[in-house]
């Protein structure tokens, strides 16, 4: 059974859109709340709930991250930038996990996997950090043998392979070369004793092949689900997408 990790960040997306200035996160006419969207997603058959608490706040607020390391029902994933700040905050907080992430104000959401080779240091304080405090830490890498093989060697449980070039690809023709490079690098990530997520890009098309990664443990998706949820409720969203993960489940 491969799990489902639903990202909410893009419903407070939605109401940072409107409601930046607001003093309060929720309240009156402040909406969407997405600690009520996450509930949601728990009760359609969600596994986890991720958000990424950026730098620059632009969507998910530190209060929506305590409201839900309260109330959620699942295993809470935090996304964050490989920073002191972030460090202190998740061991304030104590969430099932933290995923590492490379972050620029610049990008319109993540764009390339962390560079664990090039930010070895930095990356190794906060795993150190995290293990010690009994908080699973994820490197969200791309498939590459360096980047997957120091993850393990950090000492990180888990790795989530960024499979945003292959969705890139996918109605192009780098499709099966980005697909064959997933794979192998789920292989080796497995052989080196790592637990294997992946995420970026992941929709109800490409998700047919996605699943066929070997050693998959749990996928984070945001964009695809959020975005069907606008026509079909995020219900119908949440429990479409877990059925095509685990078709004959
Ligand atoms: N995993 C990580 C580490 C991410 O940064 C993101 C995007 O915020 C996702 C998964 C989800 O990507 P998408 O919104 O494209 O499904």
Sequence with gaps: MILLGV???????LRQARYRQA????????????VELAFRCEKAGADGITVHLREDRRHIQDEDVLRLSESRTTRLNLEMACTPAMTDFALRLKP????????SREEVTTEGGLDVVGNRDKVARVVDAMNA?????????????????LSARLGAPWVELHTGAYANAYHGAGRGTELARLMTGANRAHAAGLVVNAGHGINYVNIAEIRTLPHLHELNIGHSIISRALFTGIDE?????????????
């Design 237 to 249: 969203a949440v429990r479409t997408m877990k059925a095509l993960m685990n078709p004959g489940a």
């Design 23 to 34: 003093a309060a996160t929720r309240g009156g006419n402040i909406e969407p709340d997405p």
């Design 96 to 103: 099932h996990s933290v995923c590492l992430v490379p972050e």
């Design 7 to 13: 990202n909410i960040d893009h419903c407070a997306t």
């Design 133 to 149: 405090a009994g908080i699973k830490t994820s490197l969200f890498i791309d498939p590459d043998d360096a980047q997957i093989d």
